[in-house]
């Protein structure tokens, strides 16, 4: 038979302070977290252990939250392929230029006809991107 646990566990102590406190989910650095759990445990020391649990617990509110996760430059990139790495260079609107004639190209692949008012409402975002930028 398993053996009763004293108290709350590691990982629910910290779910506990991070859903108390979210803008502590947001940030990057942990010291808030620590300073809390050296307040709650006074004369103990943070183990290797007790920092896991809090990254642990962070990382799982994180994506249960459904935000962090990666950087959308990441994703663009994963999602682009390695050999279109180019895309991810330049000015911005330059960036969506591309991303917009790769949309365009995908649509007319896909279904020329039936995707009609979408191609043509690339083709309108496309150009006044390209007048924004000051392109010919």
Request: net charge positive.
């Amino acid at each position: 038979m398993a053996r009763k646990r004293k108290g709350e566990s590691k990982n629910a102590y910290f779910r506990r302070l991070f859903e108390s406190h979210p803008d502590w989910l947001r940030s990057k650095s942990n010291d808030a977290v620590v300073a809390q759990w050296l307040a709650d445990h006074p004369g103990k020391e943070m183990t290797r252990q007790d920092k896991q649990s809090m990254a642990n617990a962070k990382s799982f509110l994180r994506r249960r939250k459904g935000g962090g996760g990666r950087g959308r430059r990441k994703i663009l990139a994963q999602a682009l392929g390695a050999n279109n790495a180019a895309y991810l260079k330049g000015s911005d609107l330059e960036q969506l230029e591309l991303l917009i004639d790769e949309s365009l190209a995908l649509a007319r692949r896909l279904d020329p006809h039936g995707l009609d008012v979408t191609i043509r409402s690339l083709r309108r975002a496309r150009n006044e991107v390209v007048w924004k930028s000051g392109q010919p």
